[in-house]
């Protein structure tokens, strides 16, 4: 892929047509990560960012990166980072998504962002909700699943406000910290964390394993303080036999 600064004028023209579709309430950021660049001022193009506030110049970190505990629908893959539910400092709700931009060796070199204000939306489908008789729980049908993994992505994003490093920036020793924090904090006791845990981490559930493996201590047994961990490991033996 070319550097940031030749496909710029190329990548204008698109933000600016979509957000002729989409109208104001929706920013389009283009970022820059080039370099070594401080993530405090990445913004090299934007567009409505009267939704943010934010201008040319701006942080990646002030909107898209800090996601609120209770997400909705979030994916993040080597794609990048999408339908994340997000706050701004005035209270207003965003759902944004980020689009990795990599080059030739899939070096993340920058990205394009969206974030549309939907808070009116929101309180719409509130007052809809009220008027149905329907709430969140007769939605989800209530189950215990549903409130277990919404606590294990909250504890997720804590792990990673703690390292205060975006996933997609973090070292090994920093992913291992993150992994590490989960841990002491008993995630790992929740059914098929590791598979969670290793999405929002962008790494394996094996690199998971491995991380816990070398954070705990010499005289620690593994299989008492992550069953999933052991389990998976009894799994990985089974295939290995069956080939």
């Known amino acids: 892929m070319a550097l940031i600064d030749d496909i710029l004028p190329s990548l204008n023209v698109i933000i600016q047509g979509l957000a002729k579709h989409f109208g104001d309430t929706t920013e389009f950021v283009v970022h820059d990560f080039r370099g070594g660049q401080e993530l405090e001022h990445t913004i090299v193009s934007i567009i409505n960012g009267h939704v943010t506030g934010r201008k040319l110049g701006s942080s990646v970190l002030e909107i898209e990166l800090n996601p609120m505990a209770k997400t909705y629908l979030t994916a993040t893959t080597h794609e990048g ?13 965003l759902k944004s998504s980020m689009i990795y931009l990599r080059d030739e060796t ?29 709430c969140a729980a007769d939605m989800s ?6 409130s277990i993994d919404d606590f294990l992505v909250s504890l997720i994003y804590e792990s990673i ?3 205060g490093v975006p996933v997609t920036f973090m070292t090994r020793e920093q992913k291992m910290a ?5 841990k002491e904090r008993g995630a790992f006791k929740i059914t098929k964390a590791s598979e969670i845990i290793a999405k929002y981490y962008d790494i394996s559930k094996y690199t998971v394993y491995n991380y ?3 954070a705990s201590e010499p005289a620690e047994e593994e299989s008492e303080e992550c069953p999933a961990a052991q389990e998976q490991q009894e799994e990985q033996q089974e295939e290995q036999q069956e080939q």
């Open 81 to 93: 980072l999408f339908n994340c539910i997000t706050r701004t400092p005035d209270g207003r709700t």
């Open 106 to 134: 899939d070096t993340v070199q920058g990205a394009v962002s969206v974030s549309c204000d939907i808070t009116k939306l929101q309180l719409a489908k509130n007052s809809i909700d009220d008027y149905v008789g329907v």
């Open 141 to 146: 049908g209530g189950s215990a699943a549903s």
């Open 161 to 163: 406000d703690m390292i």
């Open 178 to 182: 993150g992994i590490k924090f989960l």
């Open 212 to 214: 816990l493996s070398e």
